[in-house]
Structure formats: structure tokens, C-alpha cells
């Protein structure tokens, strides 16, 4: 069984700062407060702190801690496998740009196997996952406003 959970958001930032607000992974602490709160990097060839598919990195959210394998980073989308224990799904994230001049934020998880059960529609896990997701965003939107504002380049 597949189930997807799906969240958007437009937010007032070009998706270039959406983006960098994204990848600096090092400041999550400082803004993400919900869903995603830490991601790290485990493996890497670069020495710049960017990665590439192929990479892994360590994330937290919602009090689990997981080393998903990065599948793509482009402008358009930052995508990862995750499993554990038969438990897998991968999560994308997507920056797109919008007709008001912004970006619209999309975040969705593609949930197999027992994972896809487990995260069934109206079951709590499910719930959880989504609000976990609009967190995240809120967060995320809040953050790259204000460096949108504040007119920081990276």
C-alpha cells in the first residue's frame, strides 16, 4: 500500500531564498521549530557543506531520528529515501515559483509497505505526519520572509 501526504504554502520569497533558507541547514535550529527541526550531514564529498544524490544525512523530526540517502538536489526539488525496520518513504520537497512573484513551498511524503498502512488517512500517525509538515512550512515561510526583507544574499 502507497499513501502521499501533501502540504503547500506560498511564501513572499523568491524560490532562490526559498531554496538557501532550505539547504543551510546549519541555522535550522535558529527557525524550525516543527517537522524537520535538524538535519546534518553524514556523507559528503564536498567540502563547500552542499550534497548531491548519493549523500546521507541525519534528520530529526517529530522526535525521530533518521539517516535518509539524498535521490536529488536541483533548483526545483530536494528529494531522500528514507527506511527503517521495513518502514520507508520518500519525502520531496519542491520550490516553485509563482504567479505573485513568490515560491510555492510543496512538501510530500510517498509512505510503502507497512508505512503506507500505518499512515492510512484519518489514523493519528497520518495527522501527525501532516501537521508535522504544515509546521515545518510555517517555519520555513516565516524564515525566508524575513531574509527575503532583509535583503540577505547568500
Not at 26 to 34: D, F
Not at 67 to 91: A, C, D, Y
Not at 136 to 149: I, Y
Request: aromatic content about 10%; proline content about 3%.
Amino acid at each position: 500500500m502507497v499513501r502521499t501526504i501533501q502540504t503547500k504554502i506560498d511564501i513572499a520569497a523568491s524560490p532562490a531564498t526559498v531554496r538557501h533558507v532550505f539547504l543551510d541547514f546549519a541555522k535550522y535550529p535558529a527557525w524550525s521549530t516543527e517537522g524537520v527541526t535538524s538535519i546534518t550531514i553524514v556523507t559528503s564529498d564536498r567540502s563547500d557543506g552542499s550534497v548531491a544524490a548519493g549523500d546521507i544525512i541525519k534528520a530529526t523530526a517529530g522526535g525521530m531520528t533518521f539517516k535518509p540517502k539524498i535521490l536529488e538536489n536541483t533548483q526545483e526539488v530536494f528529494r531522500w529515501l528514507g527506511s527503517s525496520m521495513g518502514l520507508s518513504g520518500e519525502h520531496r520537497f519542491h520550490f516553485q515559483a509563482n504567479a505573485a512573484g513568490g515560491t510555492t513551498f510543496i512538501q510530500e511524503e510517498e509512505f510503502f509497505g507497512l508505512m503506507g498502512i500505518i499512515m492510512r488517512e484519518g489514523w493519528t500517525p497520518g495527522r501527525k505526519t501532516e501537521a508535522g509538515f504544515k509546521g515545518f512550512n510555517r517555519c520555513l515561510k516565516a524564515r525566508a520572509e524575513a531574509v527575503e526583507l532583509e535583503e540577505v544574499k547568500y
